[in-house]
């Protein structure tokens, strides 16, 4: 347990490293955007690749990823029948909640989490992987649907085959697959560059909450608080039943899921209200309330599930 703590504790100062740095405005009103950038296009996935080239592939894909596409499937279900069958809400605004309610931050918090708390950011890979090219295609093109009336097929394919992301970790599963593994010296620039990674990530995300203003009245709050509830309790509390009791899981590996589930919302998710013009607030203050609320939840796992 002290370990575990440890690890929350790093991820903690970093983070405040980044607020500081956010509120006396060290970097300039863009330095967020920019960090956030070199993080997506290069950090993550090279460190991406360096994790899963030396990863063993039935550890990825095994039982701890079911469970997390169930704990994420019942949240969407529960958001879907309560936005869209009780309170009525427009198919775009019901598929941008049900994604800040099961659409966990395995990017940008899930690696410092995996690395500092799980032990290896190779946890974090397979989820990233489902995410990419399982949801986000299917709700980007609910949300072309829904905003022009059509969906380019074309883009539906072509778009999770150029996320940086799923390059990193596609090379890196490829190697893995097929037991090729890179000289030192080839693979040495990659793993300095993935090495980078979770500390820019942390200092970019404390800059983030700097200046938040959250649930002002006439915002959507009650969709708000739905969609961060299933997020921030709702989803770790179904990954541990179906893990400990539809799949036997125990020990380090029902942590790792339960950790998992209670990751925050994706930044993603409010870049595609962004993109789409589509429940902006509710995307905003999901993704604030669920990040700054995930850090007692996680702690929590930790204290009742981490050795």
């Given at each position: ?300 796992v930790a204290a009742l599930l981490g050795h």
């Amino acid at each position: 347990m002290s370990g575990v703590l440890i690890g929350f504790a790093i991820i903690a100062s970093i983070i405040f490293v980044g607020y500081l740095v956010g509120r006396l405005g060290i970097l300039g009103p863009h330095a967020g955007f920019v960090l956030n950038r070199v993080v997506f296009f290069v950090l993550s996935p090279c460190l991406l690749f360096t994790v899963l080239e030396r990863a063993q592939v039935s550890e990825l894909f095994s039982s701890l990823l079911l469970v997390s596409l169930i704990a994420a499937l019942v949240c969407f279900a529960v958001y879907f029948v309560v936005a869209r069958l009780i309170w009525r809400r427009g198919a775009a605004d019901v598929v941008i909640g049900s994604l800040a309610s099961g659409y966990v931050n395995a990017n940008n918090i899930g690696i410092p989490v995996a690395v500092y708390v799980l032990g290896s950011a190779a946890y974090s890979a397979p989820v990233v992987l489902l995410q990419l090219l399982v949801f986000t295609p299917i709700a980007l093109t609910i949300l072309d649907i829904q905003t022009t009336g059509r969906a380019s097929v074309r883009s539906v394919v072509l778009k999770p085959l150029t996320n940086p992301l799923i390059i990193g970790s596609a090379l890196g599963l490829l190697f893995a697959v097929t037991r090729v593994h890179l000289p030192a010296p080839v693979l040495q620039p990659f793993v300095l560059l993935g090495g980078a990674a979770v500390p820019v990530v942390l200092l970019a995300f404390g800059m983030s909450l700097h200046g938040q203003k959250l649930l002002q009245a006439g915002s959507g709050r009650r969709d708000v608080l739905l969609a961060s509830a299933l997020k921030l309790a709702v989803m770790p509390v179904v990954a541990w039943a179906v893990g400990h009791f539809l799949f036997g899981l125990a020990g380090q590996r029902l942590f790792v899921v339960v950790a998992l589930a209670a990751l925050p919302a994706a930044q993603n998710v409010f870049n595609y209200a962004q993109r789409y013009g589509e429940g902006e607030i509710l995307a905003r203050d999901s993704v604030f309330i669920t990040t700054v609320g995930s850090i007692p939840v996680l702690v929590i796992v930790a204290a009742l599930l981490g050795h």
